[in-house]
Nanobody
């Protein structure tokens, strides 16, 4: 059974940091690009960061310099390091494997004082 399971979300103050993890099971991620998306209330889901199978990186302009996506194929996992968090980063964050179209269930990130 294919699964993408996100973890690491929570409540953090503005300026703080969080590290999201996405553990894949039922398939191996090494052949695939992986991505993080987010969806804020009443907003469309948007791409946050993408990492290719060759480790090519792509970031949304709004998170450049603050977020870092990485992968560990030996752990079949993808990560999102988030720093200098802002209130507008509040959203549900989803792990996504575009080629086969797999999505995780999401993890809530709330940035608030």
């Amino acid at each position: 059974q294919v699964q993408l399971v996100e973890s690491g979300g929570g409540l953090v103050q503005p300026g703080g940091s969080l590290r999201l993890s996405c553990a894949a099971s039922g398939f191996s991620i090494w052949r695939f690009g992986m991505a993080w998306y987010r969806q804020a209330p009443e907003e469309q889901r948007e791409l946050v960061a993408q990492i290719g199978a060759d480790n090519f990186l792509r970031y949304a302009d709004s998170v450049k310099g603050r977020f870092t996506i990485s992968r560990d194929n030996t752990k079949n996992s993808v990560f999102l390091e988030m720093s200098s968090l802002k209130v507008e980063d509040t959203a549900i964050y989803y792990c996504h494997c575009p080629a086969p179209g797999y999505w995780g269930q999401g993890t809530q990130v709330t940035v608030s004082s």
